[in-house]
């Protein structure tokens, strides 16, 4: 950190303070700082004298008996916490990778070392991409299984792009950490090359010169190397972060406000819906926060946190609505058939069509060639029709939607007076089929 | 030295330093770090609340190098602080002592 941003950090830190407070405290640090500078320090150690920003903050707004709990941790230690821990897990990562390689490396120019080296890099990377490799798998299958509910020759051709597509973004992941994993090996074998033949050209002296400052460089060099696989290790943590929660979560809330403006629509119609409306409210609120938290991730910015306790107690309230309103719903049972009795004549092998469950009974008293068929329905939903000819009987149900009569319609009006029907039973026809058993060995019942 | 402690006694030596002698910030921060190894992040904001105690009063003064200093004097209050604590501390030094050679002796 560098005196411009400990100071900015300060000043933000304790904008709760008078300005002419602030003022006077920062003078005083950077008197400080640049005093130290003048001793022979160097800026970042003159600043890391005052410790943790955001530790001496709290301190001094404590000399003003004011809790710097509210202030300070609030937005950013909660939610800072998460770009924080990314940071030190991405650190964490990459001093562990550059540590194994430095340690595999320690004497280099030697083939065999090297191609252990090599193999242990090999192995490292299979590793990595093999961990990396499952969501995309799970990517992978979700696309299909959302794609197989598409007509024939479009799911395979989406399958296909979509195959084509994560495979591709999985091989360009695994190139760049191969790329991080063995970028800086190629480059120290070359450069170390050239300095190993420029030393020896030179004076002793002038030896005794250039290793202090080829050995500054190789510092300098680890410290690059750190940095730039914290940045890419970042960069990867942060496309999952996009791919996997920032991408969905787009869709999601996409789908919450059509689902809204849905309910909406019902609540207009006269449905009590109010419930489910707070509800999709609520999670609109909490995705949207989500999905803003992890945007600042992007763009380094903090994240205020009350939208996400508006939506929790919308979504207390919602589901208290939502439970209340349904337990006054009315579940009215639909269980009485219509009875309708059709009589046929058959004299040859006859095809007697039907659609539903049907049962078989036999019954000797009736004449040969005389068949009974009793179809229990439920006539607000279906008219039964007749159709035969010579050796062909077809009994199906004929819907009333063109007379007016519609399932949907019937269950907003339900709902509108709180009530609910077990409607998939508005679907069932069931058949008792009487005959002697000559006449039922003569026909074929056939089930569609 | 242990935190606790350090954090306990500081007070106190920084009001004694500065009742020996006015001080700058990083005047006193280097007088005192001579003894207790602390560091500016510490200092400057008990500085601060010494000042808004009362115990401290400010006044600037022209250096010859850069900007004006802000100097650091004790008051009345803050003389009578320094009398408090450091009664507290012998005190708490003596009984500590005290504590510990009883439980010496039963070695």
């Known amino acids: ?448 | 030295m242990n935190t606790q402690f350090k954090k306990g006694v500081l007070e106190l030596v920084v009001l004694l330093a500065v009742s020996k002698k006015d001080m700058y910030g990083y005047e006193l921060v280097l007088e005192v770090s001579k003894f207790v190894d602390v560091n500016d992040g510490t200092i400057y904001p008990l500085l601060k609340r010494l000042t808004n105690d009362k115990y401290f009063e400010t006044y600037l003064v022209d250096s010859t190098e850069g900007p004006a200093r802000k100097y650091y004097k004790i008051t009345v209050l803050g003389k009578q602080r320094v009398k408090e604590l450091k009664k507290n501390w012998n005190d708490f030094v003596t009984s500590v002592n005290k504590f510990m050679k009883e439980c010496m002796k039963g070695e």
Request: aromatic content about 12%.
């Open chain 1, 1 to 448: 950190m560098n005196k411009k941003s400990f100071i900015k950090k300060l000043k933000k830190n304790l904008s709760i303070l008078e300005e002419n407070e602030v003022n006077d405290i920062i003078e005083e640090y950077s008197d400080n700082i640049d005093e130290k500078i003048k001793n022979g320090k160097t800026e970042e150690e003159a600043i890391k004298d005052f410790g943790d920003v955001d530790e001496l903050s709290k301190e001094i707004l404590k000399a003003y008996k004011i809790n710097p709990k509210n202030i300070i941790e609030d937005d950013s230690d909660t939610l800072h916490n998460l770009e924080k821990f990314i940071d030190k897990s991405a650190k964490k990562l990459s001093n562990f990778a550059s540590n194994l390689i430095n340690d595999i490396k320690q004497k280099d120019n030697i083939t065999l070392e090297f191609i252990c080296e090599m193999i242990i890099k090999i192995i490292i990377l299979l590793i990595i991409c093999a961990v990396l490799g499952l969501p995309f798998w799970g990517l992978l299958g979700l696309g299909h299984a959302i794609f197989d509910i598409a007509f024939f020759p479009l799911d395979v051709v989406l399958n296909v792009v979509w195959g084509l597509l994560v495979w591709i973004l999985y091989f360009v992941v695994c190139i760049l950490i191969g790329f991080a994993l063995f970028k800086d090996n190629i480059k120290n074998t070359k450069e170390e090359k050239s300095k190993s033949k420029k030393t020896s050209k030179k004076s002793t002296k002038e030896e005794i010169k250039t290793e202090s400052i080829t050995e500054e460089k190789s510092k300098k060099k680890e410290v690059n190397n750190k940095s730039y696989l914290v940045s890419i290790i970042k960069t990867i943590i942060k496309i999952f972060i996009f791919l996997f929660f920032l991408f969905p979560i787009v869709f999601i809330i996409v789908g919450l406000i059509f689902a809204i403006v849905a309910v909406i629509y019902y609540l207009i119609i006269g449905i009590n819906l109010w419930g489910i409306l707070l509800i999709l409210i609520s999670l609109t609120i909490l995705f949207s926060f989500v999905f803003c938290v992890l945007k600042n991730i992007f763009t380094n910015k903090k994240t205020v946190i009350y939208p996400f306790f508006i939506g929790i107690i919308l979504l207390a309230i919602g589901t208290f609505v939502t439970f209340d309103t349904f337990k006054n719903i009315e579940l009215v049972t639909l269980d009485e058939y219509d009875i309708k009795t059709l009589n046929f004549s058959v004299d040859k092998s006859t095809i007697l069509k039907l659609r539903g469950n049907y049962e078989v009974v036999f019954d000797e008293k009736m004449t040969d060639g005389q068949i009974s068929v009793v179809v229990y329905y439920y006539d607000d939903y279906a008219n039964i029709e007749t159709w035969s000819n010579q050796n062909k009987i077809e009994i199906f149900p004929i819907y009333e939607v063109q007379n007016g009569w519609n399932l949907y319609d019937e269950i907003i009006a339900n709902l509108k007076d709180d009530k609910f029907m077990n409607y998939e039973k508005l679907q069932e026809f069931n058949y008792k089929i009487y005959g002697n058993k000559k006449t039922i060995n003569i026909i074929d019942i056939d089930n569609f």
